[in-house]
């Protein structure tokens, strides 16, 4: 974008003169530094002479609009008059040397302009009724916003950069935005398109980047690449709740940063990384969320096609503290795709699933995420027609279940996790319902057992191809008994056991039928290398177990992988 709105802006302002009392790029560039508004250097960008010919620079401190800088005066005055110099000849750069320029008013911006600072600061006053540093003016377009400080000091309707209706094409990039309650970057009209804001730091202001419920067409949006520093509300929000497919869509949050602690704000009306109301097709990619007070990633109010793949979400709080303070929480969504994932100390769950009456995440799938240290790893609930996918993913050293299936939601398929180490259950399942698909699940390790079930859970609940690693010491020659999983009420299927010590091996394949009362086993192959050995299995109540001859020193160990492929009437 910056490339195309510079080539526009050169093309438009190539064949007009420069007005008396306007100075050229040509001039004026040799007091433009390229530097961030923080004072560190950044690349030149270096204009061939012609090109530098026609821009126009508007620099506010110029005797013809008298900006001051000081940090005292009011340049509000100066600095509009600059501003409107350069949107009634056509546009050009409007040029804010080093200082700090304090304003009264909402400075009116317009189209074709480049808004540059060089260790600028733009402070607004906490003064009179206007709200906004700078307010882009209805139906404006080709507008960059380029290393400003820009601050405003209001304590109440307080906003940085206001989009006016239909403006569109335009970008605001490194620059710097603070002020306690200030919307940084507010979108809340109708028309708006066209719009990046990248390589921005943002640092203690209520809500960073904002497009709300008056903007229910907003298309085109990209925020990649800024930082978020400690945010009071929302570092990310858009806030599009209504009719479905009306909202705010099209919309790319990616690599950035974001930092929402629980020292920065507090209560219910914030607290996010990134919030997504009603927005359609939304790619939320490779950001880092560091201690989000609140919740990290928040899916709500019938938001569809949102992608949320490839972030690291490194600490939720609980602040409110509602059980909800998970990494990833959807209690209403449509086509929502979790993947790939990293995700470390959440107060409650990793990823969250939730459901109310009338809502809740359907056509959902969670592929291939690694949750840990959290109070959970990955709870999914709902009733009714659901259609979730639950796959591939990891959830170890949890304090609460691995994975936690709650109520009744149709076509759930949970598949190919590993859910180890975790305090309470594998897998928990506190609810029932039709079309679930649980198979090839590892669960091992966990405090409370591999398969949970509620007191209220009534019927068998279907599993699929089981596996398990368990380990055996060696004492005159055998292992123990060691129990594997549990088959349930009822199974059929082939049973495969590895057993191995050092160099030497024994697998073997087992047919096996279980009615809940005695087992019909019989080995379909068997091989073995050196001297070890693998006895027919047995059970053990209701869970199936391993045992092993090996003529090997007293407290040598045997390694055991046991898999079931088959159906197990689990209750």
Avoid: C
Avoid at 77 to 106: E, M, R
Avoid at 207 to 214: C, D, E, K, S
Avoid at 465 to 472: A, E, H, K, N, P
Avoid at 517 to 534: D, H, K, M, R
């Amino acid at each position: 974008m910056k490339l195309k709105m510079l080539l526009a802006m050169l093309a438009m302002l190539s064949t007009v003169a420069v007005p008396a009392g306007i100075a050229s790029a040509a001039d004026e560039n040799k007091g433009i530094e390229d530097r961030h508004p923080d004072g560190k250097e950044k690349k030149k960008v270096h204009i061939s002479a012609d090109a530098a010919a026609s821009i126009r620079v508007f620099d506010v401190t110029s005797s013809v609009y008298g900006a001051n800088g000081s940090d005292t005066a009011d340049d509000t005055a100066a600095i509009q008059k600059a501003l409107d110099a350069a949107g009634t000849t056509g546009g050009g750069i409007v040029y804010f040397p080093k200082g700090t320029y304090v304003t009264s008013k909402d400075l009116k911006v317009y189209s074709n302009t480049k808004l540059l600072g060089s260790q600028a600061k733009i402070s607004k006053a906490d003064v009179g009724d206007s709200y906004a540093v700078f307010a882009i003016q209805p139906g404006q377009s080709k507008i960059v916003f380029e290393e400003l400080w820009i601050e405003n000091n209001k304590s109440s309707g307080s906003i940085g950069i206001d989009f006016g209706m239909n403006s569109s094409d335009i970008d605001v990039q490194d620059n710097r935005f603070t002020g306690r309650y200030a919307q940084s970057v507010n979108i809340n009209a109708t028309g708006v398109k066209h719009i990046e804001v990248t390589g921005n730091h943002f640092e203690e202001v209520n809500y960073a980047v904002l497009t709300n419920h008056q903007a229910t067409d907003v298309r085109d949006v990209r925020i990649v690449n800024n930082e978020f520093i400690n945010i009071y509300s929302d570092a990310i929000e858009l806030n599009h709740p209504g009719s479905t497919y009306t909202a705010g869509a099209n919309i790319i949050i990616a690599d950035n940063y974001l930092s929402v602690p629980a020292a920065y704000g507090s209560g219910t009306a914030g607290g996010f990384g990134i919030g997504v109301a009603g927005a359609t097709h939304v790619s939320i990619t490779g950001n880092i969320i560091e201690n989000a007070r609140y919740e990290a990633i928040h899916i709500e109010d019938e938001a569809k096609h949102i992608s949320i793949v490839g972030n690291i979400i490194n600490g939720v709080e609980n602040d409110p503290d509602l059980v909800l303070n998970s990494g990833i929480y959807v209690i209403d969504g449509d086509y929502i795709t979790v993947s790939g994932n990293s995700i470390r100390g959440a107060n409650d769950y990793g990823i969250h699933l939730e459901y109310a009456q009338g809502t809740q995440a359907t056509n959902t799938t969670i592929t291939g995420n690694t949750v840990t240290a959290s109070g959970g790893g990955i709870k999914v609930s709902g009733d009714g027609k659901a259609d979730i996918i639950v796959s591939d993913n990891i959830a170890t050293a949890n304090q609460g279940h691995g994975l936690h299936v709650v109520g009744s939601p149709h076509s759930l398929k949970v598949t190919d996790n590993i859910s180890r180490d975790n305090t309470g259950y594998g897998l928990f399942v506190d609810g029932q319902s039709k079309g679930w698909y649980i198979s090839g699940n590892s669960l091992f390790d966990n405090g409370s057992g591999d398969i949970g079930l509620n007191a209220t859970v009534t019927l068998p609940i279907p599993l699929r191809d089981q596996s398990r690693l368990l380990s055996g010491t060696v004492a005159s020659s055998y292992t123990p008994w060691l129990d594997a999983f549990s088959l349930g009420k009822g199974a059929e299927g082939l049973l495969y056991v590895t057993a191995t010590r050092d160099n030497a091996r024994s697998v073997s394949i087992y047919k096996v039928s279980w009615n809940g009362t005695a087992l019909t086993i019989s080995q379909v192959a068997n091989e073995t290398f050196g001297t070890l050995g693998l006895d027919t299995p047995k059970m053990n109540g209701s869970k199936i177990q391993v045992h092993a001859y090996s003529p090997s020193p007293n407290g040598s160990t045997v390694q055991f992988d046991v898999q079931f492929e088959g159906l197990i009437m689990h209750k």
